[in-house]
């Protein structure tokens, strides 16, 4: 049955209160801000910026990469000790030259009849090597020795005539004492006796004149013939059978006739730089090398420093130095005119450390590798040096590498390093 009114009013009532509080929640959710996306919303968007980020990192990466300092191949040498020593050597290539070497030429000219020798031959002291027409000096040099022989045959003749006198001289002086000749008579074989003395020693003086026109001419033959001063060999001979021979004056540079060296004894001709000069010494030990005989080195002396300086035009000022091999016969057979050179020892020190002379930068610096891979600049203090080593006595410790090939490219101090080559640094 229908209820009544009071009681359907009062169930209309409950039922709105009941839907208030839920009318009132929908209003308030109406009014307050949207909520986020979900989750699967902004995936793309974290994806996108996982993939700026990983290309800004390689981009840096790269530059970095690009950027970075690049190892540089170096040959590195190994600090040890051994011997330094302290030299000088000639500023121009010196010379092998002989002890005793003349260019001949006669002293007259003429034309060659006799050519005795050819180049190569070995000759020996007084052997005639070449001989000029002379047949004109010839002929006189006969009739000079034909006057000494009639100048001869006058000085018996008037000699004998003297003695004759003589002993007429001496008859009469006895004759006169026993009273049987008179005094004019022994003065006058006295007088003709001391005439006859006078010829004789007249004739003397002749046949001396004769003899001294042989050798006068004997003289001019020897202007036209040349013999060998010195046993030697015959370097070079300028002219044939038939040709003129044209004599060498003073001043005039024509080429010799002969040139003979005597190549049993050598020696090396070397200029030293004047600001060197003072500190050599006759007796001082030398090493000889020489462009024929490559990688070897011959002991020797200097023999010679000269007196004066050589001022060639556009050259520096020299001074020249003759040094003597201790053995002459280690070198083997030289020719005279090999290319020399002549590296004086100052001084010498054993067993001291020593870094390779190529090593060193400008004001006594070396680049050290270092074991982190880097190489480092460190300045130390030298002592003796040569071409080859420099004493170390401060800023180095035996078995440090320092660089040698300072000449390539990228080779500076805070660069890494590639060892080309590690070697233990060799020599004496």
């Not at 209003?27 to 919303?41: C, E, G, Q, S, Y």
């Not at 001419?217 to 036209?224: A, I, L, P």
């Amino acid at each position: 049955m229908a209820g009544s009114p009071p009681r359907r009013l009062l169930m209309t009532g409950l039922r709105q209160a009941a839907s208030a509080p839920a009318v009132a929640s929908m209003r308030v959710a109406d009014a307050a801000p949207a909520p986020l996306p979900k989750t699967r919303m902004s995936a793309p968007l974290l994806h996108r910026l996982f993939i700026v980020l990983l290309l800004a990192a390689l981009l840096a990466a790269g530059v970095w990469w690009l950027g970075r300092p690049q190892a540089v191949a170096v040959v590195l040498r190994e600090i040890d000790r051994g011997v330094v020593e302290s030299t000088i050597s000639n500023t121009r290539a010196g010379t092998v030259e002989a002890c005793q070497r003349t260019r001949l030429s006669t002293i007259s000219g003429g034309r060659i009849e006799i050519l005795a020798v050819k180049e190569g031959d070995r000759v020996r002291q007084g052997q005639l090597l070449m001989k000029l027409w002379n047949d004109d000096q010839q002929a006189q040099s006969a009739w000079h020795l034909s006057q000494v022989a009639t100048a001869r045959q006058r000085v018996d003749e008037a000699c004998v005539v003297a003695a004759n006198a003589e002993r007429e001289a001496t008859r009469q002086a006895a004759l006169r004492a026993r009273g049987f000749v008179s005094g004019a008579s022994e003065e006058k074989a006295r007088s003709e006796a001391l005439a006859r003395q006078a010829g004789c020693q007249a004739a003397r003086a002749d046949l001396k004149q004769a003899e001294a026109r042989v050798r006068l001419s004997q003289v001019e033959q020897g202007r036209t013939v040349l013999y060998a001063p010195f046993a030697g060999t015959i370097a070079k001979i300028v002219g044939e059978v038939g040709e003129y021979s044209t004599p060498s004056p003073p001043g005039v540079p024509t080429p010799p006739a002969i040139d003979l060296i005597d190549d049993s004894c050598l020696y090396i001709k070397a200029p030293m730089d004047e600001v060197d000069a003072p500190k050599i010494s006759a007796g001082q030990p030398v090493r000889i090398s020489l462009d024929a005989l490559p990688g070897r080195s011959f002991p020797g002396t200097v023999r010679r420093v000269a007196p004066y300086v050589s001022a060639v035009e556009k050259q520096a000022r020299t001074v020249d130095i003759e040094a003597t091999f201790d053995d002459p016969a280690a070198a083997g057979r030289l020719l005279v005119g090999y290319s020399a050179d002549v590296e004086v020892v100052l001084a010498v020190r054993d067993a001291v450390l020593r870094v390779p002379t190529s090593a060193l930068l400008e004001g006594n610096r070396v680049l050290v590798a270092q074991a982190d891979g880097l190489l480092a600049e460190r300045r130390i203090r030298t002592g003796l040096a040569n071409w080859e080593y420099t004493e170390v006595s401060e800023g180095l410790q035996a078995g440090e590498r320092v660089v040698t090939s300072l000449e390539r490219a990228g080779v500076k101090a805070g660069v890494p390093y590639l060892a080309e080559r590690a070697a233990a640094a060799g020599g004496k």
